[in-house]
């Protein structure tokens, strides 16, 4: 389960590759078969050469072998495409699941559970860190098949051909993986600290634009900048790092190839040359010299692109530590139970308790019930406990005893600080049900009192306004958050001080809509303290004294 605190980084990615095992193996089956057709290719060129300048044969006669090396040749970028086909196939099935995964796990638990994080740092771990695992899966885990497969294949062939030479090559081979593990055995955790800059930076930099008003009204705006870019300049030394281990191990493998091959390159020279007598040396001939010769780079190639994709695993553990810090979050206690039978809209709050650590018991026994189609106001200061219950009701807030029924249907949520995307007034009310059309929209900011205001503005509806509604007054806001509860089918709204920070004027003009809302056929189940809302109620439940009680309305 996503839930196993005790997943280490590398179970974590072991468990995630299920998600893309048939493409994993396929990328590795392909690149097996692209190494087999080099092997032939290779054969081929040598076989040509051998005809050419040995054998002295006419071009004429060597047609069948070129149309059969065209073939292999075409047949290798076939195989290739394949091969990169289902590696990118991989990469992107595993970050649609994994990206599930985290979300759906944010969702399970709640606003409470994740209230302590940064939503810049949650939202860098479910966007770039989860982009980081691409690479472990599309390239490095179908690498480590060919980083056998592939030079065991060459070195079989070449052992055929020469056996010195494959004892060279045998020998060479273990030294390239031996000083590349060295040189990355440091990379896991700078790529760690990377991730963990880049998150840091997202929630430090969200911060700043957020302030950005009380920032310049108090002169602190340069300040602030030059703190962003510091924490700049600590994430781009941060990530040079990373990239310096990186080139350090190409380095070191590059080197090591290279002496390799050339150590086979001399052996076949003067074996050719007559000068080395010991073993099959006085038995190389063109053909198998130059075979061996060109098969020698491509039996470090697989050992290249290992290292070149060695960087996609260090990437990968960092970034499954920091994915699986959300994934073991856990909910501090059990959500809301929430009943799917009953009448829609219902609410049922039987000895419900809420409490918060360090604080005890915030709230309770609270026993309440909303019936179908009224309205009920949670009345109390500021600190009674009226949003938390609101919360429960929502299946947001964990409780300390008792339960909380629903019956069956969405609930619509409307709070003090409505969600307000940078998108038209019209696609902010879609909001509530993206598939309803124009005509529907219009009646429900009609219902909402949002045409009024929309009229006034250069498009109308379609007038494009900024995130967290900016261009709109706080009761505006309030009447395109109302208008999307118009527009979904949800039987029971949930609204948190939703005349709070309004002006007399915009304050009646809300007021007016949510007693069309009431008016409609849903329950309202409001949080407020405000003598106006308390008259529209048909029902208002006190929190501020010791116990719960119920008023008149």
């Keep these: 389960m996503a839930e196993t605190p005790e997943l280490t980084p590398r179970r974590l990615l072991q468990r995630w590759s299920r998600y893309a095992r048939r493409w994993i193996i396929g990328a590795a089956a392909g690149g097996t078969l692209h190494g087999v057709l080099v092997i032939v290719q290779a054969g081929l060129i040598a076989a040509l050469v051998q005809r050419v300048v040995i054998d002295g044969l006419a071009p004429t006669a060597l047609a069948a072998l070129v149309a059969v090396l065209a073939a292999t040749?075409?047949?290798?970028?076939?195989?290739?495409?394949?091969?990169?086909?289902c590696a990118t196939e991989a990469g992107l099935r595993v970050r649609q699941r994994v990206r599930a995964e985290v979300v759906d796990h944010l969702a399970r638990l709640g606003p409470q559970a994740i209230h302590h994080l940064h939503s810049a740092g949650l939202a860098s771990r479910a966007v770039e860190q989860v982009e980081a695992l691409e690479g472990y899966f599309a390239r490095y885990l179908p690498q480590l098949w060919l980083t056998v497969a592939v030079p065991v294949a060459i070195l079989a062939t070449v052992a055929t051909l020469d056996w010195l030479a494959a004892i060279f090559l045998l020998?060479?081979?273990?030294l390239i993986p031996l000083f590349m593990a060295l040189v990355g055995m440091g990379a896991e955790r700078l790529q760690q600290r990377h991730f963990e800059s880049m998150t840091r930076l997202a929630g430090h930099f969200l911060d700043r634009v957020r302030g950005l008003s009380t920032l310049q009204l108090f002169g602190y705006a340069p300040h602030s900048v030059d703190e962003v870019e510091a924490a700049a300049e600590g994430y781009r030394q941060r990530a040079m790092a990373t990239l310096r281990v990186a080139f350090l191990s190409s380095a070191v493998l590059e080197f090591f190839a290279s002496v390799a091959i050339a150590v086979v390159a001399i052996y076949i020279g003067f074996g050719l040359l007559g000068y080395i007598a010991f073993g099959p040396a006085d038995e190389l001939t063109l053909f198998s010299g130059l075979f061996i010769l060109l098969l020698a780079p491509e039996f470090f190639q697989p050992l290249r692109s290992l290292a070149q994709h060695y960087h996609d695993r260090a990437a990968a553990l960092g970034a499954a530590a920091q994915l699986n810090d959300v994934l073991a979050l856990e909910s501090p206690s059990p959500l809301a139970s929430v009943a799917e039978d009953g009448v829609p809209g219902t609410v049922a709050v039987d000895g419900l308790e809420l409490a918060y650590p360090g604080r005890?018991?915030?709230?309770?026994?609270?026993?309440l019930e909303v019936g179908a189609g009224e309205v009920v106001v949670l009345a109390g200061p500021s600190g009674s406990?009226?949003?938390?219950?609101?919360?429960?009701?929502?299946g947001f807030q964990g409780l300390a005893g008792g339960a909380v029924q629903r019956g069956p249907g969405a609930v619509a949520w409307v709070g003090q600080q409505p969600?307000?995307?940078q998108e038209s007034i019209r696609e902010n009310i879609r909001l509530g049900r993206p598939e309803a059309d124009d005509a529907a929209v219009e009646a429900a900011a009609a219902d909402a009192a949002v045409a009024g205001f929309a009229r006034l503005l250069p498009q109308g509806l379609d007038t494009v306004i900024g995130e967290r509604g900016h261009g709109l007054s706080g009761g505006q806001a309030q009447?395109?958050?109302?208008?999307?509860?118009?527009?979904?089918?949800?039987?029971?709204?949930?609204?948190?001080?939703?005349?709070?920070?309004?002006?007399?004027?915009?304050?009646a003009v809300v007021l007016h809509a949510l007693l069309n809302l009431a008016g409609s056929g849903r329950s309202l189940l409001i949080a407020s303290h405000h003598a106006s809302v308390l008259a529209m109620a048909d029902r208002v439940v006190d929190l501020g004294g010791p116990s719960p009680r119920e008023m008149g309305a």
């Design 73 to 85: 040749v075409t047949l290798r970028a076939l195989v290739r495409w394949g091969q990169l086909r």
């Design 171 to 174: 020998l060479s081979a273990p």
């Design 360 to 367: 005890g018991v915030i709230l309770g026994p609270v026993s």
């Design 385 to 394: 406990g009226k949003s938390s219950l609101l919360r429960a009701v929502a």
């Design 419 to 421: 969600f307000i995307t």
């Design 479 to 507: 009447r395109v958050a109302l208008a999307r509860v118009f527009l979904s089918d949800a039987p029971l709204v949930l609204l948190d001080e939703p005349t709070t920070g309004l002006d007399t004027q915009s304050e």
